[in-house]
């Protein structure tokens, strides 16, 4: 697992040093706009991949015998044998069809999760605002038995914390309540024992690209969450999470942006198909 | 906030020129009168502003010695102004009744509302809620477990609804035929919200609006010294909660799911983590953590709440909201949870007419107490809350109507605006005490404390009227009003045992209407606050007594018996008792008791009657915190009436609000009302 952690961290460095830089537009976009632009182009960018990454000719091959059982079909409607001798062809053209696409999909597979785990920081949550509240959850490594370090909240002119740090004894949580008091990208510094830990802290009313959490030390959560550096295995902290607040928007808001990626982006490859000779 | 208010009002501007520029092109091709259709838009109001705030139950004598003292500087003001008068209320003054006067211009014979509780006279005094009733749907597709209610072709089966049992006609629906705006913000009696016609009426529903269990007000209390299981009480539902690695797990219980055949409670479960040296608690819902310090409250939670069905039709949700309050961390934890509320940004029932009215103030103000009782009295008579965690939880209350008001005053352009505040009732109906006399649950000096903060209430509602003369001046007419006053509540009569006493309910050692009565040896009973019901022949199922002769010789009888009870002091208990067939007019009398009883200052019926419960004693201690009332004679406790205006009506009653509102319009008063204008 350490190889898998170690490959996905590095994997993340090239996702993030594009990312920042090629998304920075949504940061000043309205979400919608931003949103239908990134989700069209990755239609087109995909459909190029699968393009070059397809055998071409044998899906051309598949579909057309696929459009003459459908002939044979409908000019032998009354002889139930022909009938479904086509149908049962068809079946088999449409699974050949599909086995044709695992190349370009296993290609597309990495890319796609990385660009998606990019995006998923500038939509899945929205900052804090100034003045409002959030809470954040430091997990401690160790098992149940072993003792509690000495964790402090530093103070920084980012955010006031209200109420805490309280214990999650059974989880091994420190848990703080904290008022967001500046806009901007601010990192919080946590003391545990004598070693200095950090996480950004997002602040504004804007879209801004945020990290929910950093990760401990396991390839999804660093795939998930590939903004900041996860945490070493033997580290005394397993992981720092904001409970950022959710973005309502069926557009490019928490969870919906997904779906919203998702349509559109077929919808682009779907329009994009002629132009670029591509058959799927 | 402002920056997307002042957007609103803008684009509703906008729109509203847009509508003239149409409308004027319209016309001049002559086309204009038939596709605007219905809506009246020639309106005779030309921009009049009209605002009626209710306080329900400010009390005039108490707000007469405040004014006299200089602690109600601006009521004093409209007083000085010839702009106050005691307001008369209703028969029997109880908040149902005398909104519904209030709405219809008119006594109970026109609206049917007699009482917080009627009974079903066919069914022999099965109770039920006055104001709304649930009817159960027809038809249904059963599926497993499940029983689907579809009303579409084919299916076309009734669902089961919620109807207000109102009658008549309410005031606004002259306004909205008039074309004149009316905006009415927790109006109670008018759950669920009457519709508006012609589209120039809105209203937030208020008292009589439920909370997600369909009740007036469930809270959840989760305590290590709670009960095994979860054991229902008035008003709430306790649980015991088990730590074990200072980690605690509880359900929040939530609607029925109305899916299945046997409807059952859906419920979200919770994790309550727990930090003695921190002396606070993080609660784990649904995906959210909460960090509460002992002592502190939560804001508002969302709830999903998930109704299963068959697994071919996609789950439903219910919404509903919640605030936390830590009360205790250790030795002994405790954790209250308000009654779960309808999210108004997401609402599972109709709560306001038009529907989104509610959801556009909650696009603006955020989560807000939606339903109609908001200050949790119960929590208080149950020992769940301190007086001083009442007052502050009803303080929060009152912080998120006037944010309300605000939003209300932002909103309002011209037309009527009505704004109902609950603080007056409730907390005076926790905390009021005004002589020297034993309080049912405080000390002396305690009680006078607690009333002090009614005083307190008194001024900063005055200082609201202050801040309304100052926004409109002359430029809108004000009603400020209350529908009753208010008394102490120290003595309780159990009208049931008193009748019991005399014969009149038998057998006589019958301990329930719902029980163990013979209604064969029964010729009256009482239920509800106030009412009275012969065991009439032909009108209740088992009755008795035969109407003509019969009936007449026992209603003096009982009327001149009850006015002659007196207590163990001597003191008159009933100050006067009313005929209903003398008292009511109008066409909707089918379900008004026989018999009103009017209490003097100081009684009320018992807790125990209203239920249909007889106790040994007829005459007993409150001992409950709901230590003042208002549910007694009509002359015992009237209500206030302040305009901005001066008030020509020497004794005006809140049947005139109504008639006196139609004519600042210049609408005529219809023949259906009973007032008549006051100024
Ligand atoms: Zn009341």
Redesign the interface.
């Known amino acids: 697992m350490d190889i898998l952690v170690q490959i996905v961290t590095c994997l993340n460095r090239t996702a993030n040093a594009l990312g920042r830089y090629l998304l920075a537009p949504i940061g000043w976009l309205p979400g919608w706009f931003s949103m239908t632009i990134v989700s069209a182009m990755t239609g087109v960018l995909l459909l190029v991949v699968f393009k070059y990454t397809s055998n071409q000719k044998a899906i051309r091959r598949v579909r057309d015998k696929i459009k003459a059982h459908l002939l044979e079909m409908k000019l032998f409607k009354e002889s139930a044998a022909v009938t479904l001798r086509a149908q049962g062809r068809v079946f088999l053209s449409v699974s050949r069809l599909l086995s044709l696409s695992i190349v370009p999909m296993c290609v597309m597979l990495v890319p796609v999760c990385l660009l998606m785990a990019q995006l998923a920081l500038w939509y899945q949550s929205r900052p804090l605002r100034v003045g409002e509240g959030a809470?954040i959850?430091l997990k401690l490594g160790g098992c149940?038995e072993s003792s509690w370090p000495n964790v402090i909240f530093e103070t920084n002119p980012a955010a006031d914390v209200?109420?805490?740090?309280?214990?999650?004894?059974?989880?091994r949580?420190i848990?703080?309540?904290v008022r967001a008091r500046q806009a901007g990208y601010h990192q919080i510094r946590f003391q545990v024992d004598h070693e200095t830990t950090e996480k950004e802290l997002a602040v504004g009313d804007h879209y801004m690209r945020l990290a929910r959490k950093r990760p401990s030390w396991n390839w999804l959560e660093t795939l998930l969450h590939p903004s900041e550096k996860p945490f070493p295995p033997d580290a005394a902290v397993q992981s720092i999470e904001i409970?950022y607040p959710d973005r309502a928007s069926y557009i490019s808001g928490t969870d919906w942006w997904v779906v919203y990626w998702f349509v559109i982006s077929m919808v682009a490859a779907w329009c994009f198909r002629p132009w670029l000779h591509v058959s799927i | 906030m402002a920056k997307s208010s002042i957007r609103k009002i803008s684009r509703r501007t906008v729109l509203k020129r847009s509508a003239i520029a149409v409308a004027a092109c319209a016309a001049g091709v002559g086309g204009g009168s038939f596709w605007l259709g219905r809506r009246k838009r020639n309106s005779t109001h030309l921009g009049k502003k009209v605002i009626v705030i209710g306080f329900d139950g400010m009390d005039p004598q108490l707000a007469r010695r405040m004014m006299d003292a200089g602690e109600l500087p601006n009521l004093a003001k409209l007083r000085q102004g010839g702009g106050f008068r005691q307001l008369g209320t209703s028969i029997p003054p109880q908040s149902p009744v005398a909104w519904a006067n209030f709405i219809n211009g008119a006594g109970p014979g026109s609206h049917g509302i007699f009482d917080f509780i009627h009974r079903h006279p066919s069914e022999q005094c099965a109770p039920f809620f006055s104001a709304a009733e649930t009817v159960s749907g027809k038809g249904y597709w059963d599926v497993g477990d499940y029983r689907l209610q579809l009303n579409f072709w084919p299916f076309n089966h009734k669902l089961p609804a919620t109807l207000l049992r109102r009658q008549g006609v309410p005031f606004w629906d002259y306004l909205d035929e008039a074309g004149i705006p009316s905006t009415f913000y927790d109006l109670p009696s008018n759950y669920p919200p009457s519709p508006s016609q012609h589209g120039n009426h809105r209203c937030l529903s208020g008292m009589g609006t439920p909370d997600m269990l369909g009740t007036y007000g469930t809270y959840q209390h989760f305590a290590e010294d709670g009960p095994q299981g979860t054991v229902n009480e008035g008003g709430g539902k306790r649980t015991q909660l088990i730590f074990q690695?200072?980690?605690a797990k509880a359900h929040l219980v939530g609607p029925e799911n109305q899916f299945l055949k046997e409807s059952t409670p859906t419920s979200v479960e919770f994790l309550v983590?727990r930090?003695r040296?921190?002396n606070?608690?993080?609660i784990e819902v649904q995906g959210?953590?909460?960090?509460?310090?002992s002592g502190?409250w939560s804001p508002w939670i969302r709830l999903d709440f998930n109704l299963s069905t068959p697994a071919f039709v996609p789950d439903e949700t219910a919404h509903g909201i919640c605030r936390f309050y830590l009360q205790e961390v250790a030795p002994n934890f405790r954790l209250y949870v308000t009654p779960i509320n309808i999210d108004p940004s997401d609402p599972a029932i109709q709560m306001a007419e038009p529907d989104s009215f509610v959801q556009d103030i909650s696009d603006r103000l955020g989560l807000f107490y939606t339903a109609g009782f908001q200050e949790d009295h119960k929590a208080l008579s149950n020992g769940v809350f301190s007086d001083d965690e009442f007052v502050r939880q009803a303080g929060m209350v009152l912080e998120e109507r006037l944010a309300l008001l605000d939003y209300a005053l932002q909103d309002y352009e011209d037309g009527l605006l009505f704004f109902y505040f609950s603080s007056t009732d409730l907390q005076s109906h926790m905390l009021w005490w005004n002589n020297n006399d034993k309080h049912p649950t405080r000390s002396e000096s305690e009680a006078k404390k607690y009333f002090g903060n009614i005083r307190q209430l008194y001024q900063r509602l005055d200082g609201v009227v202050g801040d309304l003369l100052a926004r409109y001046g002359n430029r809108a007419t004000l009603f400020v009003m209350s529908d009753h006053g208010f008394a102490n509540f120290g003595r309780q009569f159990n009208l049931n045992s008193y009748l019991r006493y005399h014969g009149y309910l038998g057998r006589p050692e019958c301990t329930s209407l719902f029980r163990d009565v013979d209604w064969s040896q029964t010729a009256a009973y009482g239920l509800g606050i106030n009412g009275l019901y012969l065991n009439l022949k032909g009108r209740e199922r088992d009755g008795i007594i035969e109407p003509g002769d019969q009936q007449e010789a026992i209603l003096q009888e009982l009327t001149q018996r009850l006015e002659s009870v007196r207590d163990v002091n001597g003191q008159q208990v009933i100050h006067h008792v009313h005929r209903t067939d003398k008292a009511y007019s109008g066409s909707a009398t089918a379900l008004a008791p026989d018999l009103v009883v009017g209490y003097c200052r100081g009684y009320r019926a018992s807790w125990a009657t209203c239920l249909g419960d007889l106790t040994d004693e007829i005459l007993l201690d409150n001992d409950s915190a709901w230590s003042a009332d208002h549910c007694a004679d009509v002359a015992e406790v009237p209500g206030v009436l302040f305009s901005n205006r001066t008030i020509d009506m020497a004794n005006p009653a809140l049947v005139d609000l109504a008639p006196s509102i139609l004519n600042e319009f210049g609408l005529p008063i219809p023949s259906s009302m009973e007032g008549k204008n006051i100024f």
């Open positions: 809470v959850t149940g209200v109420v805490g740090p309280v214990r999650v004894q059974r989880k949580e848990c703080w309540h409970d | 690695q200072e980690t983590h930090d040296q921190a606070a608690a993080v959210r953590k909460i960090l509460l310090e502190s």
